[in-house]
């Protein structure tokens, strides 16, 4: 069967620090992941996406590495501050591929806390 | 304007009573899902609706049924609740076969006493 899953369910971090969050996955088939944050009493919510023909993605302080030799996943958050305390989570579907599973499929989630 | 709204928000009742919850998206995606996430907050989909036809149906009990009346809503209805029913529900939508994300409503927190 498919599964995602995190390495470390809670991380706690110093304002300024850098956040690494952990992801691996067991889908081969999957060609593209996404990472949400879920803030308490929320929906999550899109941070960064991935295709598996890529390897690093930037965003504005966020940056994901995608491992597929050892179906690896990471998020790393530049400079965390207390916004970011929240719930991440880590994403895979084929969807990509004609005839793949379109299905998302979540992993348990690790709950980040920014200490100020 | 919500993007994904879902109502209600909260829903507290007892066993053996049938619920629905509502959800709308106005972003004129094609698809839309329920997600159903448990205390440890693992997400896990229920159903896929894509242009109101039923596209994945997870091994959830026949006692939830989802009607998508047009694709800009899908509602889930739950018969017969049971404790164990006791989660928060995501809405959600997405585009172009999810790529791109899925835009999640707020979640209905259903509470079976």
């Not at chain 1, 995190?6 to 990472?35: K, M």
């Not at chain 2, 959830?60 to 164990?84: M, Q, T, W, Y």
Request: charged letters at 20%.
């Amino acid at each position: 069967g498919e599964s995602v899953g995190l390495h470390l369910p809670t991380l706690s971090v110093q304002e300024g620090d850098n956040s690494i969050i952990n992801c691996a996955y067991s889908n081969s088939a999957s060609d593209y992941f996404i990472w949400y944050k879920q803030e308490s009493g929320k929906g999550p919510q899109f941070i960064i996406d991935i295709r598996s023909n890529m390897d690093k993605r930037q965003g504005q302080r966020v940056t994901v590495l995608l491992n597929k030799t050892v179906k690896h996943l990471s998020l790393q958050i530049a400079a965390t501050q207390p916004g970011d305390s929240a719930v991440y989570f880590c994403a895979e579907t084929g969807g990509l591929t004609q005839g793949g599973s379109e299905k998302l499929v979540f992993g348990k989630g690790t709950k980040l806390t920014v200490n100020p | 304007d919500t993007a994904v709204s879902q109502t209600p928000k909260y829903l507290v009742t007892q066993m053996g009573n049938d619920k629905s919850i509502k959800c709308e998206q106005n972003l004129g995606h094609d698809t839309m899902y329920w997600y159903k996430q448990d205390s440890k907050k693992f997400l896990k989909i229920m159903f896929s609706y894509n242009n109101k036809e039923l596209i994945i149906n997870e091994t959830v009990p026949n006692r939830f049924s989802p009607k998508s009346p047009d694709k800009a809503h899908l509602n889930l209805h739950i018969n017969s609740l049971e404790l164990g029913d006791s989660a928060v529900y995501f809405c959600a939508s997405s585009q172009d076969r999810g790529i791109g994300g899925y835009t999640f409503g707020s979640g209905t927190r259903l509470t079976v006493v």
